[in-house]
């Protein structure tokens, strides 16, 4: 497992397979906090596509809590 993460680390992606079937990838986290604001940024525009009967996701929760 060691030598899976050090690989991943300099860089490179990892491609996991059971029986020669791929089922799961290790890639490298982003070294940024860049990423982490795309990241809310496209949830925030995910949210303002969406809505419920009209009532944004943020809108949906306040009415739950009345």
């Keep these: 497992m060691a030598r899976l993460l050090d ?3 300099s860089g490179h992606s990892v491609t996991i397979a059971r029986h020669g079937k791929p089922v799961a990838k290790l890639i490298p986290a982003p070294s940024s906090p860049v ?7 496209s949830f925030k525009a ?3 596509r969406h809505t419920l ?6 809108g ?7």
């Design 35 to 41: 990423g982490d604001i795309a990241l809310v940024e």
């Design 7 to 9: 690989e991943v680390e």
């Design 60 to 66: 949906a929760i306040t009415e739950g809590r009345r």
């Design 46 to 48: 995910f949210a303002a």
């Design 53 to 58: 009967r009209g009532v944004s996701p943020a």
